[in-house]
């Protein structure tokens, strides 16, 4: 039998939505255990370590205490990685796994030449034993890649790779962390690999009741998290593709939700209709999935998953195409006023926002379009527009804009009553909470007529709106 480690030493590689929130956690809810997290990105490091915990490089509601708790006691935040990992027993991966952009599997596999990179430093920098926390999503088997490249090397050290998938969810991060449904993790079936997971048992046990924590091979575990986000992103375009019909049919799709929702076999959860799912993850996940099936030659599990996503672009580009329609056919020269840039309210993250997709479809037909986000700043909405050019996928036509353009068309404002002065339309694209108490009989006042509101995630209430004048569009109502 292994013997069971007692972690005194935690490292973390990438100080990211992942990384940094839940090691802040662990050393929080671990005084005893000193935990690092390393990032090459000196910038975001310097953010972590900030006396003014208002510039945390990520927005998540309840982190800045966590960090003011634990930072500089047992949690410390650098730019030196090769120590860190010298000094661990146990270390996380938790750096990014984006979409290939070039090459093989290009627009489909995940991109693992940085969990390769971080593979390749810990076994030059390790002198002694060390186990390898796969905490960044990764495809079913590459625990083994891992461990060939840590185990071609000299040193002759013993390493022992876990996977341990996150599920949290951003804008709930720390709960998701304080209270998980499950932790989630897999190593091997022989004495060391199971001393490996007593030993990262050892550390969630400190806040997590033992009964939720689960223990698996490592490849189910590898996959169980590509299965997770894939069921969580299909309920949502279920609920989208019934919103469709529920538009040519008269229902309404929040009262279908609650219906079924009500059903505990299906449960009331990821039921809510909306503009489209975004984040960096949903989308990501699933196109590995379906690669991933591909690849073990499964074209019906692949065209299964895949529908998925075809479903979520239809979707995005619904909600564009109703507002141009509505507008006369033709966005051009119209302000379009966005509220949220956000994939989702309570974060500052905007990777895959639908917002992105939206208002380039309105980009396409030269709308002027003024952006409103409590927590998204200017610098990002115009990276994530540039980006877009530059990888456009099949699904979404168009040709690309110039950034002169993009400057030329897009405003963003630090004040959402600026954001939709003389504006023809409206369109809310994140459910953020404060859009719901708006004095929307001064908007109105404020705005061109006839007074569009175009509602991607059901927050305003129609009815008031309707009161006032406003002519309103939400997903899903007929
Ligand atoms: N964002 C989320 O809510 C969730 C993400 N995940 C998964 O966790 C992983 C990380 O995601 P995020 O934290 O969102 O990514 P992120 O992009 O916010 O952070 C990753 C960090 O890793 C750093 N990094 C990359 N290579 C490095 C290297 N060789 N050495 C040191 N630092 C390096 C980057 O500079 C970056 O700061 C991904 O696999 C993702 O699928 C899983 C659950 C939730
Ligand atoms: O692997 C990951 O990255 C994470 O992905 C999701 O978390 P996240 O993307 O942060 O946020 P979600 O709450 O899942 O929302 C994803 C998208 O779906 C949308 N959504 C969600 C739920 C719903 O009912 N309707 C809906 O449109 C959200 O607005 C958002 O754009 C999962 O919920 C996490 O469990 C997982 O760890």
């Not at 979409?99 to 627009?107: D, E, L, N």
């Not at 989630?184 to 050892?202: F, K, R, T």
């Amino acid at each position: 039998m292994g013997e069971t480690r007692i972690i005194k030493n935690i490292c973390c590689i990438g100080a990211g939505y992942v990384g940094g929130p839940t090691m802040a956690v662990i050393a929080q809810k671990c005084p005893h255990i000193k935990v690092t997290v390393v990032d090459l990105n000196a910038q975001r490091i310097a953010d972590w370590n900030d006396a003014d915990l208002d510039k945390l490089p990520i927005y998540e509601p309840g982190l800045a205490d966590v960090v003011a708790e634990a930072r500089g006691r047992n949690l410390f935040f650098s730019t030196d990685v090769d120590k860190a990992i010298d000094e661990a027993q146990m270390i996380f991966i938790s750096v990014n796994t984006p979409t290939k952009t070039y090459g093989v599997g290009k627009g489909m596999a995940a991109d693992l030449k940085y969990i390769e990179l971080c593979a390749r430093q810990i076994a030059r920098v390790s002198k002694d034993d060390k186990i390898i926390v796969e905490k960044s999503t990764l495809p079913v088997r590459t625990a083994e890649a891992l461990r060939t490249i840590l185990t071609s090397t000299g040193n002759h050290v013993n390493f022992q790779v876990l996977s341990s998938p996150e599920f949290l969810a951003e804008g709930t991060a720390v709960t998701d962390l304080h209270k998980p449904d499950r932790v989630l993790i897999g190593g091997d079936a022989d004495a060391e690999g199971q001393a490996a997971i007593e030993a990262l048992v050892a550390v969630y046990e400190n806040w997590v009741p033992r009964e939720r924590i689960i223990t698996t091979r490592v490849w189910s575990s590898e996959l169980s998290k590509l299965t997770a986000n894939a069921f969580l992103a299909q309920r949502v375009s279920s609920i989208n593709a019934i919103s469709a019909l529920c538009e040519k049919t008269g229902a309404d799709v929040d009262e279908i939700s609650r219906a079924i929702g009500a059903d505990s076999r299906i449960g009331a959860k990821f039921l809510k209709s909306s503009v489209g799912f975004g984040g960096s993850c949903f989308q990501k996940d699933i196109l590995n999935l379906v690669y991933l099936c591909q690849h073990f030659n499964l074209p019906e599990v692949a065209a299964y998953w895949e529908q998925v996503i075809k479903m979520n672009d239809y979707q995005k580009h619904r909600f564009a195409k109703k507002i141009i329609d509505s507008l006369f056919n033709t966005v051009s020269g119209k302000k379009i006023a966005f509220l949220g840039w956000a994939f989702k309210k309570d974060t500052n993250d905007t990777r895959e926002s639908a917002a992105i997709y939206v208002a380039d479809e309105l980009l396409q037909d030269r709308a002027e379009i003024h952006i409103y986000d409590p927590k998204v700043r200017a610098e990002q909405v115009f990276a994530d527009l540039e980006y877009l050019q530059t990888h456009r996928k099949d699904a979404i036509h168009g040709v690309s804009l110039t950034t002169d353009e993009i400057k030329n068309l897009v405003k963003v404002h630090v004040n959402p009553y600026t954001a939709m002065r003389s504006a023809h339309a409206i369109a809310i694209l994140t459910e953020w909470d404060e859009f719901k108490i708006y004095d929307w009989q001064k908007v109105y006042g404020q705005m061109l007529k006839p007074a569009f509101v175009f509602d991607g995630r059901n927050v305003v209430s129609k009815t008031e709106l309707e009161e006032i004048g406003f002519h309103v569009y939400n997903i899903g109502k007929g």
